[in-house]
C-alpha cells in the first residue's frame, strides 16, 4: 500500500537524538508486526530491537497501543492519489474508489485497527478524518463544477460510511461502495447547485 507519512500530527518535532530515537522505535515496531504479528507485542520487545530502555519509550508513548497508533499514524496518506482533472463528477467519485481500494485492502484494514487502538476519542479529530482533508480540499478546489458544500460533508457522505463498515461489521463490502456515495453526493449538490438561488461557493481549506 502506498503512502506517505502523515507530518500533521500535533505536538513538537523531535530533532537530533529524540528523532534517531523515534525513527529506531517505529522501525522496530514495523519489523516485529512483520515477523510476529501484533498481538503479544511489548515495549521490552520493541525497546531490544530498537536499541533503547523501555523506560524511553513509556516516558514517550506510555503504552504498546499508543505506539502502534502512532506508527500508524504517521503512515496515513495525506496526499492526493489522483491529479484532479477539473471534473467533481470524475474527480470525486475516482478518488473515494482509490480510497476503499486502499483502506479495505487487509493492510488498510490493520493500519485503521492501528491508529484506533491509541485514539480515546479526546482528541479534536480522528486521525482517519485528518489524513483525507487535503485531498478532498484540493479536488474541490479544482473543479470547474460548483462547489456548494464544505469538506466535512464529503466526510459525512462517503467517508464516514466507509470507515464505519470497516471497523464495526465483518461483512465483505461492495467494491463500489465508496464511489456509488461519491456519485450519489455529486449528483444531489450539482442538481441543488443548478436550482433557483444557487451559487458557487469556495470549499474551505482544512
Not at 514495523?30 to 503479544?40: D, M, P, S, T, Y
Not at 493492510?107 to 482533508?133: I, S, T
Request: net charge neutral.
Amino acid at each position: 500500500m502506498s503512502e506517505i507519512r502523515n507530518t500533521s500530527r500535533s505536538g513538537p518535532r523531535p530533532g537530533g537524538r529524540s528523532l534517531r530515537v523515534q525513527e529506531a522505535v517505529h522501525a522496530a515496531v514495523v519489523a516485529l508486526i512483520e515477523e510476529f504479528g501484533r498481538e503479544g507485542l511489548t515495549v521490552p520487545q520493541v525497546a531490544a530491537r530498537a536499541g533503547v530502555t523501555p523506560s524511553t519509550i513509556y516516558r514517550r508513548w506510555s503504552d504498546i497501543a499508543t505506539l502502534i497508533s502512532d506508527v500508524a499514524q504517521r503512515n496515513l496518506r495525506t496526499d492526493c492519489p489522483l491529479k484532479p482533472c477539473g471534473r467533481l463528477s470524475d474527480d470525486l467519485p475516482a478518488w473515494a474508489e482509490m480510497y476503499q481500494d486502499e483502506m479495505d485492502s487487509t493492510p488498510g484494514r490493520a493500519m485503521v485497527r492501528d491508529v484506533l487502538r491509541g485514539w480515546d476519542g479526546m482528541q479534536k479529530a480522528c486521525p482517519l478524518l485528518d489524513a483525507v482533508r487535503p485531498s478532498i480540499a484540493l479536488i474541490c478546489d479544482a473543479s470547474s463544477e460548483p462547489v456548494n458544500f464544505d469538506v466535512e460533508a464529503v466526510i459525512d457522505a462517503v467517508v464516514a460510511p466507509l470507515l464505519t463498515r470497516m471497523i464495526f461489521t465483518d461483512a465483505p463490502l461492495a467494491s463500489t461502495l465508496a464511489r456509488d456515495a461519491a456519485v450519489a453526493f455529486v449528483e444531489q449538490h450539482l442538481s441543488n447547485a443548478s436550482g433557483p438561488g444557487r451559487g458557487q461557493q469556495s470549499v474551505p481549506r482544512k
